[in-house]
């Protein structure tokens, strides 16, 4: 597989349930950053976690890192029907310019 | 809260035009980035930019393209002579020193026709 890839490639649940994505990758990264995107709309940042980190919350969002394994989790909770989107993991690594290096996602459907 | 704009929302152009792409970066942001998504597919990396100077870019970023920040506030990304398959949503982001996080505009969808 390829760095920054994220299963599963679709996850549809009811509103109020939890929703749990994953992201493996390959190589060393600095940081992990979790982003959101609306049908055809711009990326919105959720959440970063640095390669020494192992937990980070932020509201109704948790992400775990384990750089043994190489893969990360997002957990929403409490999910709502505007969570509905896209979720993206994105490895950033090396020095210099930190590009980032995107998975395909998870289409998250949560049904009210 | 500062945001990264860009403009077009949407541009349409005929193959071999050019075509050039704006971003307004958050204002004291000094790391500035183009990132393009194919539809249906991953977002791809093309270039980035610090000090006035291209920092990395990617085996997508060929002679065709080219980025410039013609003055304080816009950084634009120029497609020579636009192709097929160059139809894509492009993305604009920014990065302020001693952070990691990027910032992403809503993007330009470009449709080649």
């Known amino acids: 597989s390829q760095q920054g890839e994220e299963d599963p490639q679709a996850l549809s649940i009811q509103e109020g349930e939890n929703a749990t994505m994953n992201c493996s990758y390959k190589?060393?990264?600095?940081?992990l950053q979790w982003y959101r995107q609306n049908s055809g709309r711009g990326l919105v940042h959720l959440i970063l976690?640095?390669?020494?980190?192992r937990e980070k919350h932020s509201g109704r969002l948790r992400v775990t890192l384990d750089t043994s394994k190489k893969s990360s989790s997002l957990l929403i909770t409490a999910s709502r029907a505007a969570d509905t989107a896209s979720y993206f993991c994105?490895?950033?690594?090396?020095?210099?310019?930190?590009?980032?290096?995107f998975g395909k996602g998870t289409k998250l459907s949560v049904i009210p | 809260e500062p945001e990264v704009t860009q403009t077009p929302s949407h541009q349409v152009t005929q193959m071999g035009q050019e075509v050039i792409l704006r971003c307004v970066p958050i204002s004291n942001h000094l790391y500035f980035y183009w990132y393009r998504q194919i539809l249906g597919q991953k977002v791809e990396f093309l270039v980035s930019f610090y000090n006035n100077e291209i920092s990395e870019k990617s085996e997508i970023f060929d002679d065709q393209f080219s980025v410039e920040r013609p003055d304080g506030s816009n950084f634009t990304l120029k497609i020579r002579s636009t192709k097929l398959e160059d139809s894509a949503m492009y993305f604009c982001?920014?990065?302020?020193?001693?952070?990691?996080?990027?910032?992403f505009g809503p993007g330009t969808r470009l449709t080649v026709l």
């Open positions: 976690i640095r390669s020494n980190e």
């Open positions: 982001a920014s990065r302020a020193t001693r952070t990691d996080t990027q910032y």
């Open positions: 190589t060393s990264i600095n940081n």
């Open positions: 994105a490895t950033g690594s090396g020095a210099g310019s930190y590009q980032l290096t």
